[in-house]
């Protein structure tokens, strides 16, 4: 299993990225799907997460209304976009996987999710 997370990069203020992170070796649908992150010297942080179908959605209070995830099963691909970014948006982003049934919930757990991505680093500039 593979999670390859990339659109990272260097962005000011109110500016927007949108991450993404291609599945290869798993049946992509099985899978809810979590984004989290992580700063230098804080604990990795839940962010979004989103079912099997793409049918439900769950947003930390630190992001909503400025993070979106969404994916698309037929390219093995989920996505993040971030608008309205700040500097404590600053960190490594990662994609998580948890292998589901159709009407188990997420948690927001990081021991929840089976499989992590590498990171793509986002640095947000004042």
Not at 9 to 37: D, E, H, I, K, P
Not at 51 to 66: I, Q
Request: charged letters at 20%.
């Amino acid at each position: 299993v593979q999670l390859q997370a990339s659109g990272g990069g260097l962005v000011q203020a109110g500016g927007s990225l949108r991450l993404s992170c291609a599945a290869s070796g798993l049946t992509f649908s099985f899978y809810a799907m979590g984004w989290f992150r992580q700063a230098p010297g804080k604990e990795r942080e839940f962010l979004v997460a989103i079912t099997r179908s793409g049918a439900s959605t769950d947003h930390a209070d630190s992001v909503k209304g400025r993070f979106t995830i969404s994916r698309d099963n037929a390219k093995k691909t989920v996505y993040l976009q971030m608008n309205s970014l700040k500097p404590d948006d600053t960190a490594v982003y990662y994609c998580a996987a948890k292998r589901t049934i159709l009407t188990a919930p997420i948690l927001r757990e990081a021991s929840f999710f089976d499989y992590w991505g590498q990171g793509t680093q986002v640095t947000v500039s004042s």
